[in-house]
């Protein structure tokens, strides 16, 4: 029942969302007043992350163990009212960027999660990137519905300071 519950909360929050983006007047061309595609996003996801380690090698490659839940930590809609009181469930087949800012270089990683919302996220660490603590920023993206003239999609956003240490190659 919990489970069903969940769900509805998710797709209402999708549905009312929904209703709120404008329709084009009859009067305008085409099918998307000028071919304009409407995009709608929900800030739907929750992202934890943490390092397998607290330190990886210059050259070596860091590894995130991330879970991405519903509903996110904010109002889904931006609309300035939060959901409490909601138990996080699993976020299945989701795309989990993460960004690696060490001193003045960025590396990308990427990941996709499994049925408990769970993703390994592998970030390659150049050997020209200097050592110190890294950085991590972590976005989370899932295209919910998409018609030729509307697009629904759900994410997530976490950043995380000084997350780990990348040292010397020993």
């Known amino acids: 029942m919990q489970l069903r519950k969940k769900m509805a909360l998710t797709v209402a929050a999708a ?19 000028g071919s304009r595609m ?3 996003t929900l ?3 929750r992202i934890e992350a943490k390092p397998v380690r607290k330190t990886f090698p210059s050259g070596g490659t860091a ?3 991330v ?16 959901m409490d009181g909601v138990d996080p469930m699993p976020a299945e087949n ?13 590396l990308p990683g990427f990941g996709i999660t499994d049925a408990n919302g769970k993703a390994k996220v592998k970030i390659s660490i150049e050997r020209y990137a200097k050592t110190g603590p890294a950085d991590i920023a972590l976005y989370a993206w899932n295209v919910i519905q998409e018609t030729p003239c509307l697009r629904v999609e759900e994410n997530g956003f976490r950043a995380y300071p000084a997350m780990f240490t990348v040292v010397p190659k020993s």
């Open 15 to 33: 549905a009312v969302a929904t209703l709120l983006v404008p329709v084009a007047s009859p009067a305008t061309a085409g099918p998307c007043s």
């Open 38 to 40: 409407e995009t709608l």
């Open 43 to 45: 800030r739907n996801f």
């Open 63 to 65: 590894v995130l163990d």
């Open 67 to 82: 879970t991405v839940t519903r509903p996110g930590e904010q109002d889904p809609a931006g609309m300035g009212i939060p």
């Open 94 to 106: 989701i795309n989990v960027g993460a960004g690696m800012m060490i001193n003045d270089v960025f």
